[in-house]
Structure formats: C-alpha cells, structure tokens
C-alpha cells in the first residue's frame, strides 16, 4: 500500500568530509556504546514536524522563503547524552544563536500557512547524533572543535525501509548571500 502519510523535518545538512571525520570518532575512540547512526543519515535537526499528509507537502514548502540570514559557522564541540532518549551526540556552541534565527524563521513562514510543529519538551539544542539506543561509556568532558559552513537548510523525509531508516532530502533553501 501507498503511505500518505510522510514523517518530516527541517534540518542542516553536514559536509560529506565532516561526515567521514565523525565516522571515524564513531569506530575508533567511542565515547558511547549502541546503534551507530549511518553516516549518510548525519544531520542537525532544525526543527521536527512529525507525521504530514504527503498531498501537503508541496503547500509546505511554498510557505518556505530564503531567510535574510548569511551562510554561517557554527562548531561542534561538547558531547552530550540525553537519557530518556538514549542519544549519544555532539551539540553545537558557536553558531546556536543562528540555527534558532533559521528555526524560527521556518516556524514564522510554516504558521502564516497553518502549519504547527509539535510542543517539545526542552529547549532547542542542535546537535548531531552519533548513536542510538546507547550508554556513554568514557569521559564526555573532552571538548571537540570540528567546525562548519551552514549555506543551506532543508527538508528531510524520514523513509523506513527494510534496511532501516534513511533521510531523504525533499527540497534545500539557500541561506542569503
Ligand atoms: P535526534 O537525532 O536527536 O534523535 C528525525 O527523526 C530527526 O528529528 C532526528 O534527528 C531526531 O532527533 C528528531 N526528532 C525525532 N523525533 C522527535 C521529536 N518527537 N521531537 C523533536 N525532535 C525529534
């Protein structure tokens, strides 16, 4: 059967040189134990939406303009584990401010057209998680500097498949140049 219903979230997506630098901190010095997240599947979320009927979709993203917002930089420095989540991630300091102008920039744009994203129970903390369904297993004191461009954001789909889950880009906004 045909799923109308598309599982969806705005994000930034991560460099494939980044991509291969946190695969690598994933295999070599683990800072957590469980379900690696595929290296393709990288990513900071901006803001999550959950389930939408996928005829909506392209309404969705006509509410979406390019935000007066310059490409940035923005680090990931700080492990973090949540642990009602069980997420094992690296979060974002410098650049944070930015993210949450392009956050809100999406939710401002999405509302004019009666689109909601869901109540969240903290705070918005961009981050990009490295494992699922894990424990931390070593010191998350040590400090990281891995640092880069944001110059766009996107739409993502959430698509389950019988390998597992995979990301996929529906449409990318250019931040202002
Ligand atoms: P996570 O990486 O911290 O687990 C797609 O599912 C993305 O949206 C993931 O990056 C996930 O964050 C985030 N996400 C999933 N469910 C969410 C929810 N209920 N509220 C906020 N973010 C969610």
Redesign the pocket.
């Given at each position: 059967s045909v799923k109308n219903k598309a599982?969806l979230?705005f994000?930034i997506d991560i460099p494939q040189n980044i991509k291969n630098q946190l695969e690598k901190m994933q295999q070599k010095n683990p800072v957590f134990t469980g379900r690696a997240?595929k290296v393709h599947n990288f990513?900071?979320?901006l803001?999550?939406l959950?389930s939408l009927d996928r005829q909506k979709i392209p309404d969705l993203i006509d509410t979406i303009d390019s935000p007066g917002i310059k490409p940035f930089s923005l680090t990931l420095e700080r492990y973090a584990y949540?642990p009602k989540?069980e997420?094992g991630?690296i979060e974002v300091i410098q650049g944070k401010d930015q993210l949450k102008e392009v956050r809100k920039h999406i939710n401002q744009s999405i509302a004019q057209e009666g689109f909601f994203a869901?109540k969240?129970?903290h705070g918005f903390?961009p981050?990009?998680?490295l494992f699922?369904e894990c424990q931390p297993v070593s010191d998350l004191q040590q400090l990281l500097n891995i640092e880069l461009k944001a110059e766009r954001f996107c739409l993502?789909e959430?698509v389950q498949n019988e390998k597992g889950?995979y990301?996929e880009v529906l449409e990318e906004w250019p931040l202002y140049q």
């Open positions: 599982r979230f994000a997240v990513h900071i979320t803001q999550f959950g949540y989540a997420v991630c869901p969240e129970k903390r981050h990009v998680t699922r993502m959430s889950v990301y």
